[in-house]
C-alpha cells in the first residue's frame, strides 16, 4: 500500500526541536553536586540513615563508593563513575542519588537505554523529581522513543512549571506521535503565529504561480522549476496548516493531518483542472478525464496484482528469515486511528485527494518536465523516483519507486491523466477498506 509524506515530516520537525531541546540541555551542566533533601523525598530508605541514625557497614560502604562516584563524575570519567554508582545501587537498592547520578553517567556514555532504566528507578523512588523525570525522558528521546518519554516530561513540566527545555521537548513529543491539540496547548501563541507565518508564506506563493498557471501560454511543456515549485507549495501548505487547524476544536485527533492535506491539495486540483488543463500541454489534465483502451486498463491493473503478489511475497520471506512480523507503513496506525475518529475527513483525503493531487504533480507536470528535456524514458523513471523520494519511506522506497513506473506507464500509454489517478484512488481505496474490515492490520 501506498505510503504519505505527512508522518514523517512530524517526525522530521520533532527530531529538530528536540535536538534544539537537546542543545540546550546539554549547555547547561548537568546536576554535580549531590542534592541535600533526601529527607525530603522518604526519610528512611538509605542505608546510611538506618538504625538509629547510626551508620551502618553496608551504609559506611554506599557512603565511600558514592564519595569516589562523585569524584570521578566530576572529573568526566563517566565508564569509572557508573561502575561506582552500580556498586551504590547493589548495596542499597533504594539510594535515589546513586541511580539519578548513575543515569546521568550512562546519559553521557550515550547508553541512552541503560540511561533510561537507571533513571525510572530513581522515578520510582522519587515520582515527582525533576530532574530523574527530565532527564529519563532526554535518554527515550535520544531512542526515538517519543511517546514512552511524554509521561515524564509532563512530570517535570508539573514539577517546573516555568522551565522551557521540558516544554520545548513536550512539544517535540506531541508532534511525533501526531498530538496535535496538546502540542498546540504547549506554545498555543508561537504556534498561531508560526501557523500563521507559514500559512501567509503559503498564500503568497499561491499568489505567485497563478500568473503562470492560469494564462494561456506558448510553452509546450511545463518548466521543471515551475513543477518543483507546485511541489513545495503543496508541502509547505501541509506543514501551514497543521498548526492551524489544530487551534480550532473541529479537529481534535490525528484525522487533523489528511485535514491539512485536504486544505492544500484542493487549490493544486482546481488549478491542475482549470490553468495546467488550458496550455498547450494540457492536454492530459482535460476533463472529463479518459482511461484509455481496455487493453491499457488491463495491463496495468495486471503489472499492478504482480506488484502487490511480490510485496507479499517480500513480506513472508522477511517473516520466515527473521521470525519477525513484516514491517508496516509507518502512516497505517495513523490512517487507522483517523478513520475511526474522523472517516469523512479519512476518506476524502487518501482515496480522493491525495491520489488527484500526487498524479496532477508527478505524472503531469514532472512527467511532462523530464520529456521536454529526455524524452518518455526519463519521464516515466524520473517520475517514479521523485514519487518515491517524496514520500520519504526508506523501506518502502522500491514499492513506490514500483508503483509509480506503472502509473506512469498509464500515463504514456493512455495519454491522460484519468488512468493514473484510478490506479492510485483504487489503491488507497483498498487499504482503507482493508483498515476498515481488519482494524488489526
Not at 547520578?101 to 541503560?114: M, Q, T
Not at 500568473?211 to 494561456?216: D, M, N, V
Not at 488550458?278 to 496495468?300: D, H, M, Y
Request: charged content about 15%.
Amino acid at each position: 500500500m501506498e505510503r504519505n509524506q505527512n508522518p514523517c515530516i512530524c517526525l522530521l520537525l520533532a527530531v529538530i526541536i528536540s535536538a534544539y531541546a537537546s542543545q540546550i540541555s546539554d549547555a547547561a551542566a548537568l546536576p554535580k553536586e549531590k542534592q541535600k533533601t533526601i529527607k525530603d523525598w522518604q526519610p528512611d530508605v538509605s542505608l546510611t540513615i538506618r538504625n538509629e541514625g547510626k551508620e551502618t557497614v553496608e551504609g559506611r560502604a554506599v557512603r565511600e563508593h558514592e564519595s569516589v562516584a562523585f569524584g570521578l563524575f566530576q572529573n568526566k570519567q563517566y565508564d569509572d563513575a557508573a561502575r561506582e554508582f552500580e556498586k551504590c545501587v547493589e548495596l542499597d537498592p533504594r539510594d535515589f542519588q546513586a541511580y539519578l547520578h548513575l543515569g546521568y553517567a550512562y546519559y553521557y556514555l550515550h547508553r541512552y537505554d541503560d540511561a533510561a532504566n537507571s533513571l525510572q528507578k530513581a522515578v520510582g523512588l522519587w515520582p515527582g523529581n525533576f530532574d530523574a523525570n527530565y532527564w529519563r525522558g532526554m535518554s527515550l528521546v535520544n531512542v526515538r522513543k517519543f511517546a514512552e518519554a511524554i509521561p515524564n516530561f509532563e512530570k517535570a513540566h508539573e514539577a517546573k512549571p516555568d522551565e522551557q527545555t521540558p516544554r520545548i521537548e513536550l512539544l517535540s513529543c506531541y508532534l511525533a506521535t501526531q498530538q496535535f491539540q496538546k502540542a498546540v496547548r504547549i506554545f498555543p501563541l508561537i504556534v498561531g503565529i508560526a501557523g500563521g507565518a507559514l500559512a501567509l508564506v503559503y498564500f503568497v506563493g499561491l499568489v505567485l504561480l497563478l500568473p503562470f498557471s492560469l494564462p494561456i501560454r506558448t510553452l509546450a511543456f511545463p518548466g521543471l522549476r515551475f513543477s518543483v515549485a507546485w511541489l513545495v507549495l503543496f508541502l509547505e501548505g501541509q506543514i501551514a496548516f497543521l498548526p492551524l487547524l489544530a487551534l480550532l476544536p473541529a479537529f481534535p485527533g490525528p484525522e487533523i493531518i489528511f485535514a491539512a492535506l485536504v486544505v492544500a491539495g484542493l487549490p493544486v486540483i482546481a488549478v491542475g483542472a482549470t490553468g495546467f488543463a488550458r496550455q498547450p500541454w494540457g492536454e492530459p489534465f482535460r476533463w472529463p478525464l479518459r482511461l484509455g483502451g481496455w487493453k491499457t486498463v488491463g495491463i496495468s491493473l495486471f503489472w499492478i496484482f504482480l506488484l502487490f503478489l511480490m510485496n507479499a511475497a517480500f513480506s513472508a520471506l522477511y517473516v520466515l528469515l527473521t521470525h519477525k512480523p513484516a514491517p508496516l507503513q509507518n502512516t497505517i496506525p495513523m490512517i487507522a486511528r483517523a478513520l475511526r475518529a474522523n472517516p469523512i475527513v479519512a476518506w476524502l483525503a487518501i482515496p480522493f485527494v491525495v491520489p488527484i493531487v500526487e498524479e496532477i504533480l508527478f505524472r503531469g507536470l514532472f512527467y511532462g518536465a523530464l520529456q521536454k528535456h529526455w524524452g518518455i524514458k526519463a519521464a516515466i523513471g524520473g517520475s517514479a523516483f521523485l514519487f518515491a523520494c517524496v514520500h520519504l519511506q526508506l523501506v518502502g522506497f522500491f514499492y513506490l519507486f514500483c508503483f509509480g513506473l506503472i502509473l506512469g506507464w498509464a500515463r504514456w500509454r493512455s495519454g491522460t491523466l484519468g488512468l493514473p489517478i484510478a490506479i492510485h484512488c483504487l489503491n488507497n481505496a483498498l487499504l482503507m477498506l482493508a483498515l476498515t474490515f481488519a482494524p488489526s492490520m
